[in-house]
């Protein structure tokens, strides 16, 4: 059974700071895995996806690792803004048509 | 483009009764997935519609049920409510089914059981 965890359950970083976000997962055999931002009270936002096949993903700010063999992902985002402040989950799936299996999240706190 | 739309975002329920959620996906998007979230447990699958047909189920009794109907349009129901259905109930779709595209999430349903 896939099992996801995120560490640290809670981060508070400076504006500015440059941080990394960690996931990791148990069934190295994913198909694809996904960071998600949820903000309070909210639905969630897909940031970004990695095919199985990929190492890495980039938006704008944010930068997503993936390293199957060791079952990790890592999210970098660069220069935080406080408007960065949300929930970060990962979500792994093991095939193409089985459901995501989410991590509890990490909370961002970023100080202005 | 409209997103994903999730009817009623609040409600209140006593134990005992029963509640329908609804959602209306993303024009075009076949997929439609619930989860639960709670403070506890997180997020968690619920089950999956693909043109019509439950295609995935979670681990959830069987007091929780959903179908899809041909407009892709998805309800779920809840009977028989207990103080521990209090929870976010999301709503997720994708346009080709499964978890190979983006999935796209509505705001959610907030479920509350006194």
């Known amino acids: 059974k896939q099992e996801v965890t995120q560490i640290p359950a809670a981060l508070s970083v400076p504006e500015g700071e440059n941080l990394v976000l960690n996931c990791s997962f148990t069934d190295s055999a994913i198909y694809n895995l996904q960071w998600f931002r949820q903000d309070p009270g909210k639905g969630l936002t897909s940031l970004l996806l990695?095919?199985?096949?990929?190492r890495e993903q980039t938006s704008g700010r944010l930068n997503a690792s993936l390293d199957k063999s060791s079952g990790r992902s890592t999210l970098y985002i660069a220069a935080s803004q406080p408007g960065d402040s949300a929930t970060y989950l990962c979500a792994v799936s093991n095939s193409g048509n089985t459901p995501l299996v989410f991590g509890k999240g990490t909370r961002l706190s970023v100080i202005a | 483009k409209a997103g994903v739309t999730q009817t009623p975002r609040y409600l209140i329920k006593t134990r005992g009764q029963q509640v329908t959620l609804s959602c209306s996906p993303i024009s075009g998007h076949r997929s439609v997935s619930w989860y639960q979230q709670t403070p506890g447990q997180g997020l968690q699958f619920l089950f999956e519609?693909?043109?019509?047909?439950?295609?995935n189920k979670g681990n959830f009794p069987g007091r929780f049920s959903g179908r899809q109907f041909s407009n892709s349009r998805s309800e779920m129901n809840v009977s028989t409510l207990e103080l521990g259905d209090s929870a976010l109930y999301l709503c997720?779709?994708?346009?080709?089914?499964?978890?190979?595209?983006?999935?796209?999430f509505g705001e959610g349903s907030w479920l509350t059981v006194v």
């Open positions: 990695i095919q199985s096949s990929q």
């Open positions: 519609y693909f043109s019509e047909t439950q295609r």
């Open positions: 997720a779709s994708s346009p080709g089914g499964g978890s190979g595209n983006t999935i796209y």
